[in-house]
């Protein structure tokens, strides 16, 4: 698989990262251990060297998995983890970027990871109870002790990343962004793009909606968080329906699938964009992989585009609650 450069950092990554939450958290029941570490395996034996995971996964139990996943191939692959809970009892109390908590909870992750250092280490949640200069600067203490090589953020605004870049400079940020969530171009891309920024894409796929997988019909297992999500309740499936329609119309005369188009959109709207799809599937697996195969025309994108401007997605990204936890 072809690499890509996060930013001015010098990073290098697998074009197509693997997110690895959904194999212990958040969607429906986890999957086995032994099933998910062959199925990171088999992502890295095909070309992936990109691998995210979080402490708030499980919580702990992904970045266990991946790590005993990855042992055997440490040096060859880049882990991303995040940090910026609280736990007591194995279980999140809220945001703590406090640097004492960063730096306790880097240990542990190093510990989970069976490894001695972070390529590129997150904060999940910006804090507004921490500056985020402090956070930087915990970070940076941790970057020249070699227990982490790059800083990130997360769903953080432009001027969060502005104030953090100048204590120690951003390598990336991760936000959510798909043919359904395209907020970031407003702001944060040319951001990005100013300071030497690579941007990490979660949920490209729009948690499974874009890949023509889910109807208005799907019903969802009771742990799934998806039931919590304005933008899948029925009706809005229903209506959203319509963007799915267009990349199988587009996927149809290309002779790929809406999944594909999804991400070879991406990968076509900046150099240093680099999507993490995840599954817990392997044929789904085989099948993201293969949109970095898939080449768009300018005329293909500009036809999408045109498209898009007629469509409406209907439904927040996330619940109320949840929203509130978004730096905006």
């Known amino acids: ?47 992936v060297t990109f691998f995210d995971t979080a402490q708030i996964y499980g919580p702990f139990t992904n ?38 908590t960063v730096r306790a909870n880097t240990e542990e992750s190093l510990r989970r990871l069976r490894t001695d250092r972070i390529d590129l280490y997150y904060q999940h949640r910006v804090d507004p ?11 940076k203490a941790l970057i020249g002790e070699g227990k982490v090589r790059h800083f990130g953020l997360s769903e953080a605004s432009a001027q969060t990343i502005r104030r953090a870049h100048a204590v120690q400079p951003v390598t990336a940020l991760q936000s959510e ?3 359904w969530w395209r907020e970031p171009e407003d702001a944060l891309l040319p951001t990005l793009e100013e300071l030497g920024i690579g941007f990490v894409a979660y949920s ?6 874009l890949t023509g997988a889910i109807t208005a019909d799907t019903t969802f297992e009771a742990s799934d968080f998806r039931n919590t999500v304005p933008r899948f309740a029925p009706e809005n499936r229903q209506a959203n329906q319509a963007l799915v329609d267009l990349l199988a119309r587009i996927g149809a005369a290309k002779g790929v699938t809406p999944a594909q188009i999804a991400l070879a959109w991406l990968l076509a709207q900046k150099p240093w964009v680099v999507p993490i799809p ?29 498209a898009l401007r007629q469509i409406t997605v209907a439904g927040g990204r996330y619940s109320e609650a949840a929203m509130r936890s978004i730096d905006r």
């Open 1 to 47: 698989m072809d690499t890509r450069t996060l930013g001015v950092s010098g990073l290098q990554v697998s074009a197509l990262g693997y997110g690895c939450m959904g194999l212990s958290w958040g969607y429906a029941q986890p999957l086995d251990r032994q099933d998910a570490i062959r199925l990171i395996r088999a992502a890295a034996e095909r070309g």
């Open 63 to 100: 970045e266990e998995v991946l790590g005993e996943a990855l042992a055997p191939i440490r040096d060859q692959v880049v882990i991303a983890t995040k940090f910026g809970f609280r736990y007591e009892d194995g279980k999140s109390r809220g945001l703590d970027s406090r640097p004492e």
């Open 129 to 139: 109870a921490v500056p985020i200069e402090e956070v930087a600067g915990a970070v």
């Open 177 to 179: 962004y798909s043919l």
């Open 204 to 209: 490209p796929l729009g948690r499974g909606f």
């Open 278 to 306: 995840g599954t817990t599937k392997l044929h789904r697996l085989e099948e993201n992989l293969g949109a970095a195969r898939v080449a768009l025309t300018p005329g293909d994108l500009r036809e999408i585009d045109a």
